[in-house]
């Protein structure tokens, strides 16, 4: 008798069923088929199990098949239990691992990817003409500078509310790179060319509204949308091209206009002239072309060309000199095409990924989040006055107030303490960064996301369940020899 037979005494019984598919369904479900132990297999329990091609039923056949298969799998988790290997820690670090990621997951595929797609599909149709002021300001910096960035943007928004021009106020307020104004006229634009938080302020602007200052990676802005229009349709265009500056440009794009017009061919007519060695061993072809992506005049002058001319003459643009063949323009049969190509657009674009931070970030603006800046500021001022002393050696208070609340969920200033000890243990007070605290929140939110993501989706605990049950199954097979029962299930089709 091998190790399993000697734990664990196995009796399984089969029934009889409908001999048939045409007996009635609540029937056949209830139906008893099988027990493991004292737990009773019904018919229905027997065929939700089974995986199937999605909207196909099992045959009798196949479920004759299969029950032997699904009666050993419950035996094994019942032995699993009685064993106490569903509570064994590696197997319950291994199920909290896989929870963790697939919460993230969950929220991605079932919630934030529609959701986002809404936005950016109504987004799409549009383009959008802007001019903004950027006040530079470090991601670590002071709250001192942060509030002065604040203040000034204010201002200059107030002077251009009272008359002055948006040119003016971004000479005197945006700062500067290389002497040139970090702020200004921006080209059109539409969804997915620029930072996610500067797309959600415009796009919320009506045409002629300036907005309140707002951060980005880049610093402070203000922006005024100038324009709105229907979207452009994209052009999938080739080019021979040389470039601006050189003596011979115009002359080596004039010999190439004159050598088609005397019908050498496309490519030849590339290989030969274009200075575009990346689009030249491809047909010239530079993909396809719409506004946010290049200057404005290079897709200014794409978008009034003749599509039904063979090339154009040469045009001159700030790159240099072209010859533009237009191969496509980007049309759709009907508005599920157009909506497969604009989620591949979008699955492709700042405005969705595939990580946790993404996550993380988008439920702070879904859901209310709150932080207690009293209590905060609090425990800042302790940390600030103990100057080099390390953070674990600091009396911080243990209070227990609430500093930082997320949805029903709320983290004290207990619990930010206990994250510095751990992930800054050996850091001098006077390292403390704001930044902290923001990593703390997500830390909070990451260690309630299981709970929040099975509160949110119900069916989320049947996916944890299942995965627990298998690992459970797993570790069965690799520790114990198994005898598989023999199982008659000749009643099933009887």
């Known amino acids: 008798m091998n190790r399993l037979d000697k734990k664990f005494g196995l009796c399984l019984l089969i029934i009889s069923i409908c001999s048939t598919l045409t007996f009635s369904q609540s029937k056949n479900d209830k139906t008893v088929v099988g027990t493991v132990g004292n737990q009773k297999i019904t018919y229905g329990e027997l065929k939700s199990n089974m995986n199937t091609p999605q909207n196909t039923s099992p045959t009798l056949s196949e479920l004759e098949e299969f029950l032997p298969i699904y ?16 509570k064994d820690p590696q197997l319950l670090q291994e199920l909290h691992q896989y929870s963790k990621q697939a919460s993230y997951s969950h929220w991605l595929e079932n919630r934030i990817k529609e959701t986002e797609f809404e936005k950016y599909y109504d987004r799409a149709s549009v383009e959008l003409k802007s001019e903004h002021i950027l006040i530079a300001v470090n991601p670590n910096a002071s709250p001192e500078d942060t509030l002065d960035a604040y203040q000034k943007l204010i201002e200059a928004r107030n002077k251009f509310l009272n008359g002055t021009s948006f040119s003016e106020l971004d000479k005197q307020y945006s700062s500067k790179q290389g002497n040139r104004s970090m702020g200004g006229d921006l080209p059109w634009f539409s969804i997915g060319t620029t930072v996610k938080e500067f797309e959600d302020v415009i796009f919320s ?20 949308l100038q324009k709105k229009r229907s979207r452009t349709l994209s052009r999938e265009v080739s080019h021979i091209f040389t470039r601006a500056g050189a003596l011979e440009s115009k002359e080596k794009i004039e010999n190439a206009y004159s050598k088609l017009n005397q019908g050498t061919s496309w490519a030849e007519a590339v290989l030969q002239f274009s200075d575009d060695n990346l689009s030249a061993s491809n047909g010239g072809k530079i993909g396809w072309i719409n506004y946010g992506r290049y200057r404005n005049d290079f897709v200014d002058s794409v978008m009034a060309l003749d599509p039904a001319k063979e090339y154009s003459k040469p045009v001159l643009t700030s790159y240099g000199y072209h010859i533009f063949k237009i191969d496509s323009i980007r049309t759709y049969i009907n508005e599920e095409e157009k909506k497969q190509a604009y989620m591949k657009e979008f699955l492709d674009s700042p405005n969705f990924k595939k990580s946790n931070q993404f996550v993380i970030d988008w439920l702070k603006k879904e859901f209310k989040t709150n932080s207690n800046q009293s209590v905060l500021n609090s425990f800042v001022n302790i940390i600030s006055n103990a100057d080099t002393t390390s953070i674990k050696d600091i009396a911080l208070p243990k209070s227990g107030s609430s500093i930082f ?34 990593d703390f929140t997500t830390y909070a939110i990451d260690s309630v996301i299981v709970d929040l993501t099975v509160a949110e989706f119900p069916e989320f605990q049947e996916t944890l369940d299942n995965y627990k049950k298998g690992l459970a199954v797993y570790q069965v097979n690799d520790t114990y020899l198994w005898s598989a029962a023999t199982v008659d299930t000749t009643k099933l089709i009887e």
Request: no cysteine; proline share 3%.
């Open 405 to 438: 609340t997320f949805k029903n969920y709320s983290f004290t200033d207990t619990d930010y303490h206990n994250y510095l000890d751990k992930n800054y243990p050996n850091a001098s007070a006077r390292s403390y960064s704001a930044n902290w605290f923001i």
């Open 71 to 86: 009666l050993e799998y419950k035996a094994k988790i019942q032995f699993a239990d009685r064993e106490g290997i569903t």
């Open 205 to 224: 602007l009506n045409v002629g509204e300036v907005s309140m200052p707002f951060r980005t990676q880049f610093g402070f802005h203000i922006v005024h």
